[in-house]
Every structure is written in structure tokens, then in C-alpha cells.
């Protein structure tokens, strides 16, 4: 049985011009807040930083702090396809280690500046309660969008109790690895960096469960 779920229909024209302008809001946002912090920052700045009317600013995000969750979610959305990409007959627990560890590897220069860019936020997030919100909100958005990857890895005969721990664990590991990490000085590769301190994490949390291995 093949564990990879089906093909993401493609976007449509309208819907990615909508996501590439949210996405150019966020990058302001996110070049604000590392300037002059969320609080020295308004809507205003950030929709003239992003070329964009105030209206349209309002029209993806409720606030300004709300700005960044595609930021946010970005590594956590490309972390998801390379997990449905797992060779068939993976286990979940290696799936997720190996995924999780290249997802963030900070291998290239954008990788590497997506994470340093992370770091600021997160930073920010602790003096923010609603910026640590919105990154609260971004972890249960990806923990749902996971279960179902989680759900096709394991197979049809899988404890859902399980899958939905194993979902909770893997979440769980990236953002206590990225909290714990945006508090250090620590580099974006090698020993206490975010991939090496996630695959701690996931080990620790997921140390008392089974293998959940596909059926053949």
C-alpha cells in the first residue's frame, strides 16, 4: 500500500496573486517589527512598507501582529509535503525525524534567513501577547493540517489516539525547539540549533510509543 496522499489540486490564478500579497505583508510586517518591535509598528507602516492600500492590509489580517502568521506557517507548510513524500513502509517516528530535521536544516541562504527571521519574531513574541497568539494559532493550525499526513503514514488500522499524539508530539517538538533556540545565540546549523534541539525534542516526546508502521 502506498503511504503518499494524493496531489494538492493547484492553486488558481486569483488565489495566488492572494497568497503573494499576503506574503509580501508579512515580509513588511516581520521588516518592521525586527526595526522598531511590534509595538513602535502600525498597520499603517506595514501596508505602506508592502505597496498596499490599509484596506487591503485589512482585508487578510485582523491585526498587526496577525501579519506574520504566513511567515509563521510557511516552514511548517513545506515540512508537511516532504512528509507525504516519505517512502512507502516508513514508520511515522522515523518519518517524522528525518522530515523535521531536513525541514530545519537551514541548509541555503533563505533557510537560514527564514530561521533568523523566526528568531525575531519569537523574541518579539515573548514581550507580545498577541503576537505569541498568533504563533500559538499557527502551531494548532499545523497540528490539524497534520493529522491526516500523520493518518496516511501510519495506516487505515492505526490507533487514532496514537496518530493524533504522534501529531501532537511532532508540533510540539518544532515549536519548543524553535522557543528554546530563539532565546540562545546559538547558529542556524550544528549542535543547539533548531533541527538538532527538534529531533531531541520528538525522541522525548515520542519514546513511549509504537513504531506505527504501515500495512503492507
Do not use: H
Not at 522515523?94 to 523566526?118: C, F, N, P
Not at 508540533?171 to 540549533?193: H, K, N, Y
Amino acid at each position: 500500500m502506498s503511504t503518499q496522499q494524493p496531489p494538492t489540486p493547484p492553486l488558481s490564478l486569483t488565489e495566488r496573486r492572494k497568497a503573494a500579497t499576503q506574503l509580501d505583508i508579512a515580509r513588511a510586517a516581520a521588516e518592521l517589527f525586527t526595526e522598531q518591535g511590534p509595538d513602535g509598528t502600525t498597520a499603517e507602516e506595514i501596508a505602506q512598507r508592502a505597496g498596499v492600500a490599509l484596506r487591503t492590509f485589512y482585508r487578510y489580517f485582523r491585526s498587526k501582529q496577525d501579519a506574520v502568521a504566513p511567515l509563521l506557517a510557511a516552514g511548517a507548510d513545506r515540512w508537511r509535503d516532504s512528509l507525504a513524500a516519505a517512502p512507502p513502509g516508513s514508520t511515522v517516528p522515523s518519518a517524522l525525524e528525518s522530515s523535521i530535521a531536513e525541514a530545519l536544516a537551514g541548509r541555503d541562504d533563505a533557510a537560514a534567513e527564514g530561521l533568523r527571521r523566526t528568531r525575531v519574531l519569537l523574541r518579539a513574541a515573548a514581550e507580545d501577547p498577541a503576537l505569541r497568539a498568533v504563533w500559538y494559532r499557527v502551531n494548532q493550525e499545523s497540528e490539524e493540517k497534520l493529522l491526516p499526513v500523520v493518518a496516511t503514514l501510519a495506516g487505515p488500522t492505526a490507533d487514532p489516539l496514537e496518530v493524533r499524539l504522534a501529531a501532537a508530539a511532532a508540533t510540539d517538538a518544532i515549536r519548543v525547539a524553535l522557543e528554546t533556540w530563539s532565546q540562545t545565540d546559538a547558529p542556524v546549523t550544528g549542535p543547539g540549533s533548531p533541527s538538532d534541539l527538534a529531533v531531541r525534542c520528538l525522541r522525548e516526546l515520542m519514546g513511549g510509543m509504537g513504531p506505527l508502521t504501515p500495512e503492507a
